[in-house]
Nanobody, 122 residues
Framework: QEQLVESGGGLVQPGGSLRLSCAAS????????IGWFRQAPGKERERVSC????????YYADSVKGRFTISRDNAKNTVFLQMTSLKPEDTAEYYC???????????????WGQGTQVTVSS
């Protein structure tokens, strides 16, 4: 069964850090770009970052640029999102999904994981 599983979320104080993981099973990540998305209650889903299939290209939303770093370890079939200098406005459910490339529109991302909750609060 092909699936993506997110982990690593939790409760962290403002200014803190978390590292999210997106692990693939049932298929190889080698051929896919992986995007990280987030959605807070009452807000639209936002793509926060994306990494190309080989890791050569990365993209970040302006809201997280300079604070979040996306990386991938294809040998482990996993993509990571290192989040630093976290702010309360980063609070959301975080999801990963795959696409052919990062330039694809959000509608072209699929195989969504179940999500992992990130809460930034003092």
């Amino acid at each position: 069964q092909e699936q993506l599983v997110e982990s690593g979320g939790g409760l962290v104080q403002p200014g803190g850090s978390l590292r999210l993981s997106c692990a693939a099973s049932g298929f190889s990540l080698d051929y896919y770009a992986i995007g990280w998305f987030r959605q807070a209650p009452g807000k639209e889903r936002e793509r926060v970052s994306c990494v190309s299939h080989n890791g050569a290209s990365t993209y970040y939303a302006d809201s997280v640029k300079g604070r979040f770093t996306i990386s991938r370890d294809n040998a482990k079939n996993t993509v990571f999102l290192q989040m630093t200098s976290l702010k309360p406005e980063d609070t959301a459910e975080y999801y990963c999904a795959r696409a052919g490339n990062c330039m694809s529109g959000d509608a072209h991302f699929g195989f969504w994981g179940q999500g992992t909750q990130v809460t930034v609060s003092s």
